[in-house]
């Protein structure tokens, strides 16, 4: 259906240009003090999997600021909470370890990348220093750290992410209800009946 694919890295760079110095040079191998600072002001990060064939997934992880933590300079650990039981993320990990993830600071456009091996761990030790409201996480997604980076803020920038001024009016937001309804196609699970489905979700079962 598309007329000019670009198909090598020599025919992409004629069109993207070459990095500069200060991206080349930007990544580092360890959290340091300043990637150490950053996780543990953010309440949110995407964790992007893939399986043993490619087949790719981006899955969002969330909590109070500084729910990930930090081992040593080369490892954190993301506790693994309640979720819809699908664990895309975590079956992905077990035939293909590499895992890339983007910690966000609600309010700063720069954000931080972490690229790594992850595995999946049931050390009581660690995951009782992750317990939330008397809950212990029953497993933790461990990355050991390979390359980390600040990502710029365009992105950020162009779409005003953070800007309420950009937000949709909650009349004019999509309805998840409506969209797992119809796409779940399930008798009597009408939109009502699903909005009824993630209340009771999200008000009993976040921990």
């Known amino acids: 259906m598309f007329q000019h694919v670009i198909t090598n890295e020599e025919e992409l760079r004629t069109i993207t240009g070459e990095p500069s110095e ?3 040079n930007k990544v580092i191998h360890h959290l340091d003090e300043n990637c150490k600072q950053f996780i ?18 981006v899955s969002p992880r969330g909590d109070e600021k500084g729910f990930v933590h930090i081992l ?7 506790p693994e909470r309640p979720g819809n039981k699908r664990v895309d993320s975590m079956k992905n990990l077990l ?7 983007i910690f966000f600071i609600p309010g700063l456009e720069e954000t931080l990348r972490v690229n790594g091996k992850a595995c999946i761990m049931a050390d009581k030790n660690f995951l009782e220093k992750m317990a939330h ?41 999509p309805s998840a209800a409506k969209m797992l309804a119809e796409h779940a196609k399930l008798p009597d699970l009408d939109e ?7 209340k009771e979700s999200y008000t009993k079962r976040l921990y």
């Open 95 to 101: 035939s293909n370890p590499h895992a890339g993830l």
């Open 72 to 78: 040593n300079e080369h490892t954190l650990i993301i």
């Open 192 to 198: 009502e009946a699903v909005t009824e489905r993630l």
């Open 22 to 24: 200060l991206v080349e």
């Open 40 to 57: 543990q002001q953010s309440p949110f990060l995407t964790l992007a999997t893939s399986d043993s064939k490619g087949n790719c997934d």
């Open 133 to 173: 409201k008397g809950k212990v996480p029953s497993l933790g997604i461990a990355v050991e750290v390979e390359e980390c980076f600040i990502h710029c803020a365009k992105a950020f920038k162009r779409s005003g992410l953070w800007d309420p001024e950009t937000w949709l009016a909650k009349e004019e937001r």
